[in-house]
């Protein structure tokens, strides 16, 4: 009985000390100090009392026998008896009495400690609380500003890593795939965003994948998980053909009402990408917002098309062909960039079907300084990317779905 008493004293004790380390509330504070209070009373009130036990269950010996009627009295008085069992009687009803009495002086502290326990549990259950409320209250006020918050729930405390703006992308050597699982069908992924409200979808029975997001859902990059593209497979240098990469986009209502915050492009290496195609390191994309396009982080003002609206069907692609020496010697004699590549790439895009125009990349860099063919040289892996901000609803569909493409050219090119 000792050890188990002991057990019991040293696991409110803890509650105690665990409820004080983890509160910041000061109310909350204060409780727990009375209470800690309280208990240190009460443990000291038991030393005193020197028992082992404060509710003993009573033994077999202190078991009350019952008190004889006056009828029996009587009977054993004519045997010359009776005085003896009534001494008897009297000294067992005393003892009873006394332990009655001892056991309802002990039980208030065995309720009073069953009392706290339960005041420590409720208390726990508060501040679990308070921190909740406390978390969703910053969640409200960092939607009411426009901004969303990234904090996670099981953390409140936790420091705010670096924005996208400021993270630089890996470019990863090519990876190491098998011909047979290029060939798979492509699987356009969920990114791992804070602050992402939406999902990507297959919708079942129509073709292709869907990517919806909400008005308050912050820029991110939808990526297939193989690459369109892949160095070591797919290279000019390595085949001695050309290779194009392809896919469009049809634009679905249910997008911003000032136009489509959709972009549709390529990303280099296997790291993730957070932003929208073309504004991080090692990719380039369409934004059909304003129908410019980006490479590597800036935008190729010479380049690009008005902008898309909803009903109408974007589509991007790029073409790796070997260069010839002739034309590669006289771009590095006026390339001022460090740049060089012995594959010549090659983007263009399509309107409702229609192709708008295509654009040498390589031209490109040698003649502007700040714009950059890192990643896009044909030297990694390329994986197809849908950028979203705010509100987007577009179908995309890859070279498995090409029966459904409205460019003719490409239909005719994967046959």
């Known amino acids: ?202 919708p079942h029975p129509e073709p292709g994948w869907r990517v919806a997001t909400k008005p308050r859902s912050r820029e991110s990059c939808f990526t ?3 690459p369109l593209y892949s160095a070591r497979h797919h290279s000019p240098l390595a085949t001695g053909e050309p290779f194009t990469i392809y896919f469009e986009g049809q634009i679905r209502r249910g997008n911003c009402e000032d136009g489509p915050w959709l972009a549709l492009g390529f990303v280099a290496g296997r790291d993730e990408a957070l932003r929208m195609p073309g504004v991080e390191r090692g990719g380039i994309g369409i934004h059909c917002h304003k129908g410019m396009l980006y490479i590597n982080g800036k935008p190729a003002e010479n380049l690009g098309t008005t902008g898309f609206d909803t009903a109408q069907r974007v589509g991007i692609g790029l073409i790796m062909s070997r260069r010839d020496s002739s034309s590669q010697q006289a771009d590095d004699e006026q390339a001022t960039s460090a740049f060089s590549s012995s594959i010549n790439v090659e983007v263009f895009l399509s309107r409702d079907g229609e192709e708008v125009d295509v654009w040498s990349l390589n031209s490109l860099s040698t003649q502007s300084n700040n714009i950059l063919l890192e990643g896009l040289d044909g030297s990694h892996d390329l994986y197809a990317a849908v950028g979203a901000k705010r509100e987007v609803n577009v179908d995309i569909f890859f070279k498995e779905h090409r029966e459904y493409w409205r460019y003719g050219a490409m239909k005719d090119y994967y046959g």
């Open 224 to 226: 297939t998980s193989l």
């Open 1 to 202: 009985m000792a050890t188990q008493q002991k057990a019991k004293t040293n696991t409110i004790e803890s509650h105690i000390t665990m409820s004080s380390r983890t509160s910041t509330n000061p109310a909350v504070e204060d409780i727990l100090s009375n209470t800690k209070r309280s208990f240190e009373s009460i443990q000291k009130w038991f030393k005193k009392r020197k028992r082992t036990s404060p509710c003993p269950s009573p033994s077999p010996s202190s078991t009350l026998r019952p008190l004889a009627s006056k009828s029996a009295s009587k009977s054993i008085n004519s045997n010359g008896k009776s005085r003896k069992i009534e001494r008897d009687a009297v000294s067992d009803s005393r003892s009873s009495q006394e332990s009655q009495q001892s056991t309802r002086i002990e039980c208030p502290a065995l309720a009073m400690e069953g009392t706290i326990a339960n005041h420590i549990q409720s208390m726990q259950q508060s501040i679990a609380s308070l921190r909740a409320d406390q978390f969703q209250g910053v969640r409200l006020l960092d939607q009411m500003s426009g901004v969303a918050s990234d904090r996670k729930a099981t953390r409140p405390g936790r420091r705010r890593s670096s924005t996208a703006s400021s993270r630089l992308r890996e470019i990863f050597p090519p990876g190491c795939f098998t011909p047979g699982g290029l060939e798979k069908a492509s699987i356009l992924s969920q990114p791992d965003v804070p602050g992402l409200i939406g999902r990507v979808s297959q």
